[in-house]
């Protein structure tokens, strides 16, 4: 298939007002990017059009993918720079669609990695492109990644997805002997190489590189630095895996790929991602913290979210380029870890450098500061000691000398955790390109003015420290000793998230938090000092996370639920202390239900120890519930202590019209002896249950009438202290056939569990669930398929009950403190596929028989035994 640009003028309808929309698509390294300027510099394509953008996505900041666009076309219109032009969002389409004033263009967004723009913001940038302009215009997009959103197909009927391949056999001989030698084709054919064994290389590698480009490039570049007498010997002896041995391959592959997927490469080598330490959790967030300010994650996602897109990346890279996984000899010239106590000098050409200290550590070595580390871009502490990263320790080095960061002024990412460093010293003004600065768990106190300079500074992480007081920071989550957030904060009028989330003495939030125009999440989730919310809090219409919110005990409760109306783009929504409402018609001004963006929502009531209080009207709580109606479109649905007998009917009688809700939450519901009817939620994968202490049976309404919990993957029971009996029900359809994980917590009645998990496989069993393990409880068999099993904190349990039996797949025990267990039964060995028995915190004296113990320890793979 060929991309021709006369098939612009083909598909143009004068009739139609949107343009026409390319996707170029296809593995990195084929020439998507090349294709699109021979397209764009085409003389058809340049009579043809009024007006042509470029937009290099690659440059810009991955937190605001949509204002770098509507710069960069700003940026041509007006033959000048925009970053003057102090206007929101959709004020600067609006200046760009009068500009245009229905002329015609061509938009190329190149290098737009489509895993960063988050569907609403995907949603708003089609919407923009598909009204500006006139008739006969045309966006081309060239994803970043070989994988691109479906969503992208479904742009309009004159959309179309082009899927470039390989290039021509003669292309890639052209290719390949232009970067052996700047000879022409015939010359070097005839002059260094017999010409008939060169071409018939030239066609067995061509077919097994599949004809890409890239590969061209490389292959020449190896016959270019090795000497001519060698060539025989490398098409002699040709393979994938004989190329990927070079010495050389590496190092050429590193100078040919885009300079994002080198930087992805060696952010990976500073953190290897198939590493595994109790320091993980922080090794993986300073290493996504690194890939989102290069452009390869998303600013929001959860962790796992971004650690699993890493990993399958990181596997996509080696494969598609050739590499081991373990393959360094490119990033030997660049990445050096060196031990500070040692007096290794740093090579010149070091671009990331990795320092290991240890707890004795008090200084940077003196070699930092030399002129000879001017290429540094990283500069990284980690630690030799694993047990350094306990919460509270830090290694001794207690100032940055001011010369370190006078010489090394082309760092990008600076990353110094765990420290006793109190202040950072004024000369961090001169580095101009830094865009990652992280003294998370440090002594820091004040930031100094010059922090103002850093205009690239996209990420400031000083989480965990606890002596910051003037704050102008980006997270400043587990901060648990900040009482007061400095006036100045809301000068930081490009601040997009604001993480104080876990700080347990922040009373309040500073009063001119509304000039925060740009705030995009806000994130408040265990701020358990604070009582109000400051005014203006309904301006910020760019939110899109507002969790923690608190409703005012001081008579203002309807004018802060009131503020909300106006967050027409929000997406994740948690309200807390939603006792306080006095007037319920205060919900319907709110509009959840008018809100389409919102995904999660999570309704927060205090708890209320006195059940009896009569001061508390349970009819009203009920009509602010129902008042607080969200969208059909909601994904995570939140209810937490809600104290009132009956729920509302948007949930026991409306809730098959949620058909994206996956994630129910229902905690501490404590006076309700009924469930709703979640089995209607055509998609839910994960429900969990807990504190709901009038309920004694799991039946008929939990299903409701047709409901069959089909993808439900993970259903958890939790403090259900009346619980005795979960009722199967009859369906023509399987019921529960995705369900794989089952976690009881605290069921200690439960007795009878009828309903059949026959594709159950983990079953975890945490404290208080003393029926389960009495003759009473019959139902073992219905868990049959389960393979691994988790019993923890279990006081009441003295032996396994013989219920396990049924579990012939079982291949994971875990038992962990249990401690009036006082033997494994023999039957244990009777296991065929049972290859992890761990013990923790049981028994000193627990018996295992001896020829169980033999058998374990030759048969199975893992066998661990700690006491107390």
């Known amino acids: 298939m060929m991309l021709r640009p006369q098939q612009f003028h083909d598909e143009d309808n004068d009739d139609d007002d ?179 064994i060169l071409l018939q290389f030239l066609d067995r590698v061509y077919s097994e590189f599949n004809g890409f480009p890239l590969f061209a490039k490389i292959m020449g570049s190896i016959f270019r630095y090795t000497e001519t007498s060698r060539w025989r010997e490398l098409v002699d002896t040709f393979s994938i895996e004989k190329i990927r041995e070079n010495p050389s391959y590496a190092l050429i592959l590193f100078h040919n790929i885009p300079p994002k997927y080198a930087q992805f490469f060696l952010v990976n080598y500073v953190y290897d991602p198939y590493v595994e330490s109790r320091t993980q959790s922080r090794i993986i967030q300073d290493k996504q913290h690194m890939l989102v300010i290069e452009g390869f994650l998303p600013h929001s996602s959860d962790t796992q979210t971004k650690e699993a897109f890493v990993i399958d990346r990181f596997t996509y890279y080696y494969k598609h380029f050739n590499l081991s996984k373990h393959q360094k000899a490119f990033n030997l010239q660049y990445v050096c870890s060196i031990r500070v106590s040692q007096c290794s000098r740093i090579p010149q050409q070091c671009c990331h450098l990795c320092l290991l200290v240890d707890s004795n550590t008090c200084a940077f070595p003196t070699t930092l500061c030399s002129s000879r580390n001017k290429k540094l871009r990283t500069l990284i502490l980690d630690w030799e000691e694993e047990e350094m990263m306990l919460p509270n320790e830090r290694c001794q080095i207690k100032e940055i000398p001011k010369q370190l960061f006078a010489k090394l002024v082309h760092l990008r990412v600076v990353n110094l955790p765990a420290t006793m460093i109190q202040r950072i010293p004024n000369t961090v003004g001169k580095l101009l390109q830094l865009r990652y600065l992280s003294l998370s768990q440090s002594e820091i106190e004040t930031l100094p003015q010059s922090l103002c300079n850093l205009g690239n500074l996209q990420i400031l992480n000083l989480a965990h420290c606890e002596k910051l007081r003037n704050l102008h920071i980006l997270k400043l989550c587990y901060c648990t000793k900040l009482q007061v957030l400095p006036k100045s904060v809301t000068r930081l009028v490009n601040l997009q998230e604001l993480d104080i989330e876990c700080c347990p003495w922040l009373a309040e939030l500073p009063e001119d938090v509304s000039n925060m125009t740009k705030l995009v999440y ?235 998990l026959r594709h159950l496989r983990c079953l975890a069993i945490w404290f208080n669930n003393r029926m389960l393990w009495t003759s ?84 199975i793979r893992t066998l661990k035994f700690i006491s107390h």
């Open 776 to 859: 009473s409880f019959l139902e073992w068999h219905n868990l049959k398929s389960v393979d691994s099993v988790e019993i923890v904190g279990c006081e009441e349990l003295t032996n396994l009950p013989s219920g396990i039996k049924h579990f012939k797949k079982l291949n994971q025990l875990k038992i962990i403190g249990c401690s009036k267990l006082v033997f494994l039964p023999d039957w244990l060995e009777k296991f065929r596929y049972l290859e992890s028995l761990y013990i923790f915190d049981c028994a000193a004296d627990l018996i295992i028989p001896e020829h169980l113990r033999i058998y374990l320890e030759s048969d």
């Open 18 to 196: 949107e343009p026409f929309i390319i996707v170029i698509h296809g593995e990195v390294g084929l020439g998507k990017t090349t294709l699109a300027r021979l397209i764009f510099h085409h003389p058809w394509v340049n009579q043809h059009f009024d007006h042509r953008f470029w937009v290099d996505m690659s440059n810009f900041s991955p937190f605001e993918p949509t204002m770098s666009i509507a710069k960069e076309i700003a940026k041509s219109l007006l033959g000048k720079p925009s970053d003057h032009l102090q206007q929101t969002l959709q004020a600067m389409w609006a200046l760009l669609y009068e500009r245009l004033n229905q002329s015609r263009y061509l938009l190329v967004l190149d290098d737009l990695n489509m895993f960063l723009l988050e569907q609403h913001s995907w949603d708003q940038l089609k919407h923009i492109l598909l009204s500006m302009g006139a008739p006969g215009s045309a966006v081309i997009i060239i994803p970043a990644d070989v994988y691109y959103p479906t969503f992208a197909s479904t742009l309009g009927s004159c959309s179309i997805n082009y899927s470039l391949k390989g290039i021509s056999k003669d292309a890639w001989q052209e290719l390949f002997i232009k970067h052996e030698s700047m000879q022409p084709k015939q010359d070097i054919i005839t002059s260094t190489f017999p010409a008939d």
């Open 522 to 756: 806000l994130k408040m989730m265990g701020c358990v000092s604070l009582t109000r919310m400051p005014r203006g809090i309904g301006q910020l219409d760019a939110l899109y996370e507002l969790s923690g919110y608190i409703v005012p005990d001081d008579h203002h409760e309807s004018n802060a639920l009131m503020e909300l109306q106006g967050l027409t783009n929000i997406e994740q929504l948690g309200l807390r202390n939603l006792e306080r409402v006095t007037n319920p018609e205060v919900a319907q001004i709110v509009q959840l239900h008018e809100k389409k963006m919102l995904r999660h929502l999570a309704l927060h009531w205090e708890y209320w120890q006195n059940l009896d209080d009569k001061s508390i009207d349970y009819e009203t709580q009920l009509q602010l519930f129902q008042g607080l109606q969200p969208a059909s479109g909601l994904q995570k649905l939140d209810i937490i202590s809600y104290m009132g007998k009956r729920l509302p009917s948007w949930m026991t009688e409306g809730f098959s019209d949620f058909r994206t809700l996956s994630e129910v939450r229902l905690i501490n519901l404590r006076q309700c002896d009924s469930l709703p009817p979640l089995g209607q939620l055509q998609f839910l994968k994960l429900l969990e249950i807990s504190g709901m202490d009038s309920l004694s049976v799991v039946g008929d309404a939990f299903y409701g009438e047709t409901g069959t919990f089909r993808y439900l993957e993970v259903l958890i029971f939790s403090q259900m202290l009346e619980l005795e009996k979960w009722e199967k029900v009859e369906r023509e359809d399987e019921m529960f056939r995705l369900l794989r994980n089952l976690t009881l917590i605290e069921c200690p009645k439960l007795k009878e569990l009828e309903v059949c």
